[in-house]
């Protein structure tokens, strides 16, 4: 059964947004994202697989070694769906700062 995986349920596992992390600097193997975890090493090969079927990662071959990369491109997709609800919270913060500044002001009278 091929399963359509969801870009936003891969980066909800904290592993995945870990391996996510990692190779935001570099291109590494599998071998070397999974030695920086506590977890077998097949464990983090479904991770990798999850993240490269979602696109999050793109996978690119240098002789026997397979190197993965972060895809900035699906990445930026994520970030601005995000956008308008970040936008939305700062602006309740701001308001809510605002309220908190003017009961200060008025108590301190």
């Not at 599998?30 to 977890?39: L, M, R, V």
């Not at 999050?56 to 240098?62: C, D, F, T, V």
Request: net charge positive; proline share 3%.
């Amino acid at each position: 059964m091929n399963l359509r995986r969801d870009v936003f349920q891969a980066i909800a596992d904290p592993t995945r947004r870990a391996i996510l992390v990692l190779v935001t600097s570099q291109s590494m193997t599998a071998g070397a994202i999974a030695s920086n975890f506590e977890t077998a090493r097949p464990t983090v090969s479904k991770h990798l697989q999850i993240l490269t079927e979602c696109e999050l990662l793109k996978q690119e071959q240098n002789g026997r070694e397979i190197y993965y990369h972060i895809n900035a491109e699906k990445l930026k997709q994520v970030a601005d769906f995000i956008e308008p609800f970040r936008k939305m919270w700062n602006d309740r913060f701001n308001k809510l700062q605002e309220v908190m500044q003017n009961y200060k002001s008025q108590n301190k009278s």
